[in-house]
Structure formats: structure tokens, C-alpha cells
């Protein structure tokens, strides 16, 4: 049979995960140290793993509403009512998710037309842009400097939007440059939504990774909560990335049209991980204060390492990502992250991984152990001086 031709169009035409490829090539390597995945090294709060014995334990295990259980949507609630000023009714405002990934493409599928555009700054995480393609949408790159501090500006927003634009991705703190939008960014933003049907689909995985002040909701300016679908998941912030748990919070008939595309194509998300994320959600804001205290301490470690060896970085104020520059290397950034794991032993991310615009960096994850970070600056020191030239 010719698969190929039997494959949907826009299935065969999407490119592999650029981050995929050096998952890949670590395989049977030795003495290789990975910053490459984003995912945190703490154990899951005792009170979550509490709950979880639990309920395995009781050895029953059924079918939730498909929305959630009534127990998690509250604390969900709750706990953004609480975090982040956001208000949200849990009866038709909230569905639970098989992580956050599946609320994104959710919001994307209950809105998008074919040929809608759905405006993506870049760089960013890779989901957004084949997500749109398969629902027949038309993703649109919106490049972001460091001279900006890779944020979305309010001038090339509006220079981005056309009569077809339906959607943009507000994915603040980003994956993978760290950067954050404040208020004044965000009340900016807005300005330029108003008086338009643009919806705003505002990843907000990484809100409690914020080391200048309280993360913002684009939601809690006034006239935003009504176009805008806030997605997250107790991955980041809880460490309980395997439990693929997520939600999104919105409007109501945008929620329902969601929830009913979930209802057939998932149901619900496991019970088991609906029961530790209510926990979660509810109990554990300390354990949330005590990574974030952590986090932030490595960040000023690799900032700290890569100014002593030369490499510029501009400070990240969000997530647990750095996205230095190696341009000064004359290497593009696969060809550097090649040579870097081959040659230096440690693993990063081109910044191409994330789209055109991250040409010129790599992204390092910090979320490891510090003697972890500390040997990996000690070889990246040793290849950037072979790279670059520059003296000890």
C-alpha cells in the first residue's frame, strides 16, 4: 500500500520535534550531561503522593464527568482565584485535560475555520503552529528580538494581524527565552485587541515561575476575561509531569464547545491524576514557594557561569530557561549544539528548535541538580573558548 499517499496532507508534510533529534542521539551515549528537558527535578509533594496511594489503594477507579471532577475543578478555582486574581466558575468554566498540551489544541479546534491564522510569537514552545495546521488554521510567526527582551510588542502585533486573524498565542513566561509580559505589556496588548473578535489562547504553564514580581493574567485586565482561554497544568509548577494533567479556564459557551470535542475524543483525564491534582491545587502553595526559591538560585548560578566564560545571556525573568547567545561561535545553533554534545558532553537545544527566530541560541534548562549545572558550565567553558578563540 502507498501509506504515503493514504497519510493525511498536513500529517505528512509536519516536521519532526526539533528537540526530539538529541533526545535521539543521547541514546547509548556515556558521560553526557542533558540540559535539554524541561522538566522539574523535585519529587511530587508527600501530600500529593499521599493521596495517590490513596486512592490506588481504595481500588476504584471510574470514569469522571467528562469536565472533571467537581473536587478538582473547585480547588482549580480556587487556587487561581487565590494565585493569580483569576475567577472562574467551576461548574462551565473549567475542563480538565490530558496536560496542558491537550487544552491548547482543544481552544484551537472548537475555534478555528479553515484558513483562520493564528499569530504565534516565536521563539516559542513547538506545539502551537502544527497544532493550527491540522485544524486547517494558518499559523503565523511573529518574530521577537533581544533587543525587545523577546517580548510581543504592541506595534508588530498590529502590523501581524490581517481580516483572517482568529487567534493569538500569549505563551508568557516562555519556553524558551524566559521572558515575561507585565501588566503595562499586557494593557498594551490589549489596546490593540480591542474592538476586534481575536481570541487569546494564554499558555500560562510556567505562572509561577516568575522572578520579578507576581506573574499577570492577560484575563484580569478589563475586557479580556471574554476572548480569552487561560491553559495550565500542575506539570510545572507541582513537578507531576507524568501525570499529564491540565485544564483550561474561559468563557463558558468556549468551554463547552471544548469540553465536547474532549468528551469524544478522550472522555476524561485519568481519575488517578484527578485525585492528586486536587490535592495539589489546594494544599500545596508552599511547596510551589519552596521550588520556585530553588529555581531561582540556579538561574543566577548559569547566569553568573555564562557571564565568567564570556557568553552573553540576557536575564530571564520567567520559566526555568536560559537562552544565551552563541553567535560569537560562527557555528549556526544545531551546528553548535552538534558539536557541544559530541565534543563537550552536554546536551542543549538549538534555538531553532523554536523557530526561525532563535537562529544565533540555544536553550539550556536549569531544572537540574546545581553540582549538575555547575560540571556542565565547567565543560561549556572549555568547548566555548575551543569554539570562539577566547582566552581562559
Request: aromatic share 8%.
Amino acid at each position: 500500500m502507498d501509506y504515503h499517499r493514504l497519510l493525511n496532507s498536513t500529517v505528512r508534510e509536519m516536521r519532526p520535534s526539533g528537540i526530539r533529534k538529541y533526545f535521539d542521539l543521547l541514546d547509548g551515549m556515556e558521560d553526557v550531561i542533558t540540559l535539554g528537558v524541561g522538566q522539574p527535578d523535585f519529587p511530587v509533594p508527600e501530600i500529593v503522593r499521599e493521596a495517590e496511594l490513596a486512592a490506588t489503594e481504595d481500588g476504584h477507579l471510574p470514569y469522571t464527568a467528562n469536565a472533571g471532577t467537581m473536587e478538582l475543578r473547585e480547588a482549580i478555582s480556587g487556587y487561581l482565584s487565590r494565585r493569580f486574581d483569576l475567577h472562574y466558575a467551576p461548574e462551565n468554566e473549567l475542563v480538565v485535560t490530558v496536560g496542558g498540551s491537550e487544552a491548547i489544541d482543544l481552544m484551537l479546534r472548537a475555534v478555528l475555520n479553515p484558513g483562520d491564522e493564528v499569530i504565534v510569537p516565536e521563539p516559542t514552545f513547538v506545539c502551537y503552529g502544527p497544532l493550527a495546521n491540522l485544524c486547517g488554521g494558518v499559523a503565523v510567526p511573529l518574530a521577537t528580538t533581544a533587543a525587545d527582551g523577546f517580548k510581543l510588542t504592541p506595534d508588530a502585533l498590529r502590523a501581524a494581524i490581517t481580516p483572517r486573524t482568529k487567534v493569538l498565542v500569549l505563551p508568557f513566561p516562555t519556553n524558551p527565552t524566559g521572558a515575561i509580559l507585565t501588566r503595562d505589556d499586557l494593557a498594551a496588548i490589549a489596546e490593540v485587541l480591542e474592538g476586534t473578535d481575536i481570541l487569546v489562547l494564554s499558555d500560562e504553564v510556567y505562572a509561577e515561575l516568575t522572578f520579578s514580581g507576581r506573574h499577570v493574567s492577560i484575563a484580569s485586565l478589563p475586557g479580556m476575561r471574554e476572548r480569552t482561554v487561560v491553559v495550565s497544568s500542575a506539570s510545572k509548577c507541582f513537578a507531576m509531569t507524568g501525570a499529564r494533567l491540565g485544564y483550561a479556564a474561559g468563557p463558558a459557551p468556549l468551554i463547552a464547545a471544548m469540553t465536547r470535542i474532549h468528551q469524544y475524543g478522550i472522555m476524561s483525564a485519568p481519575t488517578i491524576a484527578q485525585i492528586a491534582a486536587a490535592k495539589a491545587f489546594s494544599s500545596c502553595d508552599a511547596d510551589i514557594e519552596r521550588m520556585k526559591l530553588s529555581y531561582d538560585r540556579r538561574r543566577c548560578l548559569m547566569l553568573g557561569g555564562f557571564a565568567s566564560m564570556g557568553m552573553p545571556c540576557r536575564e530571564p525573568q520567567g520559566a526555568f530557561y536560559l537562552f544565551p547567545d552563541i553567535s560569537a561561535s560562527g557555528l549556526s545553533s544545531e551546528e553548535f549544539c552538534d558539536r557541544l554534545l559530541m565534543e563537550g558532553r552536554v546536551a542543549a537545544i538549538p534555538g531553532t528548535a523554536f523557530g526561525a527566530s532563535g537562529e544565533g541560541h540555544i536553550r539550556i534548562c536549569y531544572a537540574y541538580a546545581e553540582e549538575r549545572l555547575c560540571e556542565a558550565l565547567r565543560r561549556m567553558a572549555i568547548f566555548w573558548r575551543k569554539v570562539t578563540g577566547l582566552a581562559a
